[in-house]
């Protein structure tokens, strides 16, 4: 495992046992808002104040753009304006990804590390401490789950498949443009998913638990270190027309080769 990779293993590993003791008494966690249905615990910040101080103590000239403490420059004379694709290093984080479901009890969240060097995702970690599942990718040496070889699955057509998605809950206003998206889908895939956390999807894209999965309205730590595991497992990642550059789009689309140029063209009317 690459040195940079294994410092953000530890650092997942130390915000998992926060969110995992702070899930054993989930009625005094304290919740608040950021906006409509976007919700931030104390877990979330604590659990993000791990990951940053394992990482910053590791590689302190580093930046950071992360959920709740937004974009950081790290100790460097670096330009202070610099956009993350300019930052030489630049880790992407989501400490809690799947807050709403870590409210209700549901055990389906996790925490997700990228690391974006000169605007390219070269390391990126998804770590599920329900399931005790680690999925790890370095560019250009494949992707893992606990030390396992991963690939997408050999599906080649919609028909059959299991999709993943999201809804719309930040920006409402494209629910009618998803609810189209959702109805072409639905009426090809063999089912639809959408557990609620997009970093863990796209590892299960991953890993082949699903053939596929879209989203709008995501964030860049929402997607950064899913879309090197998709990449290095095999699969295709853009945005909803087919293009490279998804995490900064605020959509995505991840699939099996075919499954991804098959949906591409599905989407075609309502992008």
């Known amino acids: 495992m690459h040195p940079m990779l294994n410092v953000a293993v530890r650092a997942a590993r130390a915000a998992g046992r926060i969110i995992t003791r702070a899930s054993l008494d989930i009625a005094s966690v304290k919740v608040a808002e950021k906006q409509r249905n976007d919700f931030v615990t104390e877990v979330d910040r604590a659990a993000e104040e791990a990951v940053i101080t394992t990482l910053r103590q590791a590689y302190p000239t580093h930046a950071f753009l992360a959920e709740e403490s937004g974009h950081s420059a790290g100790n460097t004379d670096q330009p202070p304006k610099q956009t993350p694709q300019q930052a030489e290093n630049i880790w992407i984080i989501d400490p809690l990804d799947g807050t709403t479901n870590f409210i209700h009890g549901l055990p389906h969240y996790c925490v997700s590390i990228a690391l974006m060097q000169r605007g390219v995702v070269t390391q990126a970690l998804v770590y599920d401490p329900n399931r005790d599942e680690l999925f790890t990718?370095?560019?250009?040496?494949?992707?893992?789950?606990?030390?396992?070889?991963?690939?997408?699955?050999?599906?080649t057509r919609i028909d059959g498949s299991l999709i993943g998605t999201g809804f719309p809950f930040r920006e409402v206003d494209d629910i009618d443009r998803y609810m189209t998206m959702l109805k072409a889908v639905s009426l090809r895939a063999a089912g639809v998913r959408r557990p609620g956390a997009a970093a863990l999807d796209l590892a299960y894209v991953a890993c082949g638990r699903y053939d596929g999965f879209f989203e709008i309205g995501l964030m860049p730590w929402d997607v950064a270190a899913g879309s090197l595991l998709v990449s290095e497992a095999g699969g295709l990642i853009g945005d909803l027309a087919g293009e490279a550059d998804c995490i900064f789009s605020k959509q995505v689309l991840a699939a099996t080769p075919k499954v991804f140029s098959q949906m591409v063209t599905l989407f075609t009317p309502v992008r």
């Open 137 to 155: 990718a370095s560019k250009g040496s494949g992707a893992f789950l606990n030390d396992r070889r991963i690939r997408v699955s050999p599906r």
